[in-house]
């Protein structure tokens, strides 16, 4: 038993809705998340850039005395997750391993399709974690590097939306998909216009939903789990201003967020 | 006479469009460009945090010894340009003063429309600057934080971005402007679909123009021009991969960009 906090990290707010899952799924387990909102998005970024970032993130949620990590942002999971494992020995989780068993438990006519950032498109993590599993799956993947701007300012049921997902989606519809990963943290909140655009016959799936299982099952394994009954803590970090933070992370989480820290991530 | 380089910097590729001014109007100038691409963008940002970045652009710009220094990108100009003028002794200038000038000589009905990025129209820098220079200007600033990754994503003569156009500029047509300000460095490359949509009445005024035009009394006032008549050097420094921005850049400057190098700007 281990009664330390699970700590999450992503660029910026989207990682919440993977805290939302493990909240969840395990309901007595404290919580220290850090944003890098200072530095935000990654996902036009390159590899060396966002290890660099992906590290400084893990090295501060160890000064708290985190017993696990989860990296929630899928380009960090893309790019970092190996390197990570290298680097640090506290258990780290990503959300590709996890979207990738996901998706191959979903699909039928193992024709996938992989959404998401420039650089996790261009990683081909999932594509490559996927075709691990399943030989015989056909992976496309398409950078839709617009959709995280239409989420963050609220326009994810407009005219605007629909169109760029009709753009974006054309090749994977074309390819007759049955599934579709959801491959960026900003996504899951366009569900209803992407179901509209590939049909509602197409499976998506959400990584985070996954990766809250697999942190699960990680840390019963090694007797990690807290023997805690009361009410968690959850404590909250980022790298710029916490008020925006603060607005658009409580429509989120649907409550208050409380507890948030402006941390100088770049000189820890 | 003083024949050290002029320092340009921007949050990315942007403020080559600066660049390129200052080089037409001053041909034998020697220059040194740094693009925070590590860190891009600014405009969704808090004041601190650009602040912050800004000083950190202009500390590595004075280590290249330039005898002046010129904030190409809105966001900075908007949120930094007063402070960095308390901070340091080298001349700077912003885009934000020689833009409001420009509007002021161009708009007929004094109805002027501002675009820009989130940090950059909330910070009121161009409506605040204009109103500064003529009471009868009325000044609607309006956010277009998707412009910018339409550009990037050579997007601009899409459907997506025309129908993005006409969502942001409603109020500002109703308004019935005369003069639309870009306020954001990518914004220049939108030009013909923000004119479709505006109509061709409407002046658009791009500050990057003005900008050099007075970079270059500013050097002639103080007695900083260079006297060497040689073909100019131009170096270039990115905090992230430099192979993107000689892509990406090659194409805005038309020409092949050949000396760029990558600077850790945190920890200089």
Redesign the interface.
Known sequence: MDNRPIGIFDSGIGGLTVLKEISEQLPHENIIYFGD????PYG???K??VIKYAFQCIKFLLSKDVKAIVIACNTASALAYEEALKEFKVPILGVIQPGARATNSTTRNNKIGVIGTTSTINSYAYQNSIRALNKNAEVIGVAC??FV??V??G?ED???AM??AE?YLLELKEHEIDTLVLGCTHYPILRYTLSKVVGEKVSLVNPAFETAKEIKSLLKQKDLLSDKMEKPVYKYFV???PE?FRRIGGNIMNKNILSIEKVDI??L
Do not use: F, G, H, Y
């Not at 909102?37 to 935000?40: E, G, K, L, N, P």
């Open positions: 909102t200072a530095r935000i036009t970024k390159s060396e850039t590097p617009l701007q239409i963050e300012d326009w407009t005219d605007v169109i760029t753009k790298s710029d201003d925006k770049e000189n």
